[in-house]
């Protein structure tokens, strides 16, 4: 029994206990808000987002690796569900509802597997343009889409460009007790973020005290905004679209079977949901770790939030994923062990089980304001610009992504981005560098002739390739070498270096097949030198190989004396 | 005007003309019953295959850059033609003629565009081994499909394992007097491939006339059943199914407009047709020019393809492309220029215009026939087994295409070789190999530890990594490196060499940036060297370059040099 508790629990010292309790009570004052307003995003009803909260986090506790990652609804998730089912149910009908929950199990299943495959590194085919573009994307995709609450304005409109001419064309109508309430909650939200730290400070609280409690404006806003509609009764005399009923009581455990239909049009978007927020938490839980010399196991991570996710899925919950914010809060505060988590769940659960009744009042312009307020701080400006100096490719992947989510949706987004990556991967790999060189003068060194000054031998063409050869780039290197020999017709020796190349496909093995037949038809001897090891190994046995005996040399030194003996004084 | 010209025609000269004349008739006795054959294959009526081998061959002899190539209906693209078509009409209707002459237009368009743009190189990124396998596999498939001819069986079944099921069901219902003539028909082209050519030596004759003679077996099967049938009135009398009427007349050129139905569901068909028909060109005819030391231009044959195909289109043909066999007995029969392609062309014009009553009484089993003779000569077991020994990623790659083609369909199995090709590539970038190395004592030169004796600073880490690093790798790179790290408490160094990091991308810029940080939390220096010159150039003005200002060295001697003056004696 005790082998199967992790080993954070069975280690459990009594000095680690005041950290996880008070992170845990902080993290839960940013998850109700939070939880309330990303099921509201996914276009489920708010009790979803709590349920969400509870189990998935005990969960991660008992079999994800970081000490520090806070699970639960965050708003890229909830993005990627409401696009998943948008085509397939009504938001908020029950069968949108059960919809969510088989996606949350099918996403967790796939994780689980990939975790028992030891698939973590899948993970890592995802590079870093096209998941920065695909978060800034998704997160200007949510703000776009939850600024007509902020105005009490209706829009159905799937797609960015509807939605902004329905706002602007519904900015007549807009609810001016929403309006003010809305826009109020955003500038009260962004100067808290901005001064309430330092403000705090200046009163005498330490800084990483002030950092935490201008972390909790949410809360403060959700509590009052519920006082003021409340109180002036805003709902029924001025239209305030309010929460409304939210239903008290711990969600009954549901076995659910995924139905057919349902798993032809859920397994994509649950295979990039589980992408998307493996990463996504992998890249936070490691940087928290890191700050405290701690480690982080890819593969158990998948276990963790595998687990989660089907936890998520057995109590009616969502998609849940590791939520930056609430992690780097769960950090602060001070959580030493996934205990905190814990805690944060159980209070959960007692805030589900007995206070749902107290969100009645509370505006949807309000969640509206805290998820703009949320994302617009992961649109990342700077990575583009710093990858735009870097690598212009990369940062053409990173646009392309960032412009698909936006203009194609979440997952067309992230595809094209995918794509892009490779097809970047194999354009740099197609077109090699091909260095013509000749030896410094006195050295056994072999550099190329247009940057130095250097020793050629007039019968000897010699280059380096700077890549492996493969099927993208063979036939190139084969045509350059054959253009380079028709251009002299003094060259009767050709070598071809290669301390890059780590391998030679069969499609490269056949072009320098040919090559070598050509340069033989011609009566040019066809040499290599500094081949590795491996390829070497795989050379020998084939038609190239024994054609080449005798003349595949250690270095390009020898290559250069067996040319210079060759040849006629 | 006369610049319009091709070189070839600008050039002509009178020695040149007997062997074109030769060649071109030669071809054409071939291209008549390969061109009824490949039609019937297509699910187009006779004519249609006569119409495509007239103005394509005239279009690729102004535009293409081969001298023998010969152009004109193809098994593999007649097989795709009837793999597009047959999801969107019936084969041999109206509206399914029109849509092949749509399929050509816009596989033409294509190929001019890449032609336009220089985009011949796009061709490489397919593979021989996803060729060879595309290949393999629609040869197998085409065989199934025209089995049932050979035994005048019907089978409407779309799939390999349908046909073949309704062969064995249907062959107690086979047609007699079919059967006798498919087999017969069969047997003899068998038999003239593998001995008539010999056995006319035998008689005197030079090689090389016997070989072209062995060629035009074909033809003469094909004169001959007509005979037969036509003696004993076997359509009538024994149900032996005909070729029949095929319509008298050139074709009315045609201004066809793509219909935007059409466009949707033939794009990606026709981009297929274009690579795999342009890939294939460009083999044969790169093949046939090297012995002749000519030259074929890539982005030439696109236009000349292109310029063949909408020809095609033009004149109420289907998709072309340059033909295997045909551009061989072309290159044998002594073509010196694409005037033996035009001579063909009007040949074939003339037969259309006077001629096709001849075929009525041709039966389709003798087609048959002829089609599998030709295509199974296209399998190509010896690259499989070649391919098997050198490398097995790409055998399993060549496997995949083979059995997608033959299970899933032709589009299905080269879009899932491209995509195997891919993984393939990345996989093994995704995992490099990294080699702990020290110095080979008394020289400057740095060897792995595992292979040779070396001297090692015991607070130094040196490691090569044989691969340039990017988002596939770098996380596994710096997690390799920090584990090397974590389990030698004495390490203060560690020196990365780069001779072999071609380029370093922006995911792997940050891994890197974020390894330097940890290991100098640790006290620990990160050292580069050997890094190359466009790399270095790109690291100059990142944060890592500034923060490896002195540690990055020339050479891993220097570095080593470095380490030693650091270090307590």
Not at 227 to 237: E, H, W, Y
Not at 340 to 351: I, N, Q
Not at 384 to 392: A, F, G, I, Q
Request: glycine residues 8%.
């Amino acid at each position: 029994m005790k082998r199967l508790l992790p080993d954070w629990l069975k280690h459990y010292r009594a000095d680690k206990l005041s950290g996880d309790l008070t992170a845990g009570l902080i993290v839960t004052v940013m998850l109700i808000p939070q939880s309330l307003a990303y099921a509201m995003l996914a276009g489920l009803p708010p009790e979803i987002g709590l349920y969400a909260s509870v189990l998935p986090l005990i969960a991660y506790a008992l079999f994800g690796s970081s000490m520090t990652l806070a699970v639960g609804p965050v708003a890229v998730a909830s993005l990627m569900t409401a696009s998943a089912l948008a085509p397939l149910a009504e938001q908020g009908s029950a069968q949108y509802i059960a919809l969510a929950a088989q996606l949350s199990l099918l996403s967790g299943v796939m994780l689980l597997a990939f975790g028992m495959l030891r698939l973590g590194f899948l993970a890592y085919f995802l590079s870093h343009p096209v998941i920065s573009g695909f978060i800034s994307g998704s997160a200007i995709l949510i703000t776009v889409s939850q600024i007509k609450h902020l105005f009490g304005i209706s829009s159905a409109s799937p797609d960015v460009v509807g939605t902004l001419r329905d706002l602007i064309t519904g900015l007549p109508q807009a609810n001016p007790a929403t309006t003010v309430i809305g826009l109020g909650t955003l500038v009260f939200l962004v100067m808290a973020r901005k001064w309430l730290a330092l403000w705090l400070q200046k009163l005498g609280l330490s800084a990483s005290l002030a950092g935490l409690l201008g972390r909790l404006a949410p809360m403060a806003a959700v509590i009052a905004s519920i006082a003021i509609v409340s109180g002036f009764n805003l709902a029924q005399d001025a239209g305030v679209r309010i929460v409304g009923n939210v239903p008290r009581g711990l969600p009954a455990l549901q076995l659910i079977m995924p139905t057919s239909e349902g798993m032809a049009a859920l397994w994509l978007p649950a295979l990039l949901i589980s992408l998307v927020g493996f990463v996504e938490s992998v890249s936070v839980a490691q940087s928290l770790a890191l700050k405290r010399q701690q480690k982080i196991v890819p593969d158990r991570e998948l276990l963790g939030l595998g687990a989660a996710n089907v936890a998520s899925a057995l109590s009616g919950g969502y998609p849940v994923t590791g939520g930056f914010a609430r992690s780097v809060v769960n950090f602060a505060a001070g959580a030493n062990t996934p205990l905190a988590g814990v805690v944060s769940a159980l209070l959960m659960a007692v805030v589900i089980a007995a206070f749902t009744d107290l969100f009645y009042n509370l505006p949807q312009a309000v969640l509206s304001a805290t998820i703009i307020v949320a994302v617009t701080s992961l649109i990342d400006v700077s990575t583009l610009k710093e990858t735009w100096h870097y690598d212009r490719a990369d940062a053409f992947s990173l646009l392309a992504t960032l412009l698909g989510v936006v203009l194609l949706g979440v997952e067309a987004g992230v595809i094209l981005g995918v794509a892009l990556s490779l097809a970047a991967l194999v354009w740099r790999s197609s077109h090699p560098h091909i260095a013509v060189v000749g030896r410094v003068p006195g050295t056994e060194h072999f550099r190329n002739i247009e940057r130095h000054k250097v020793d050629t031998l007039p019968n000897l063409l010699a280059l380096r390739v700077d890549e492996s050869l493969f099927f993208a780039n063979a036939a190139l290197v084969q045509s350059k070498i054959e253009t380079l020999v028709a251009r002299d017709p003094n060259i009767r020796f050709v070598l071809l270096l290669c301390p890059a190349v780590n391998q030679i496909d069969s499609t490269a093995l056949e072009a320098l097949t040919q090559l070598q037949s050509s340069l033989q038809a011609k009566d040019i001897k066809f040499m290599l030198a500094e081949v590795k090891g491996p390829v070497m190994d795989r050379l020998q046995g084939t038609t190239l190989g024994q054609r080449l005996e005798g003349l595949i040399f250690l270095s390009a030194h020898d290559a250069f004396c067996y040319v210079g003996r060759q040849s006629p004084a």
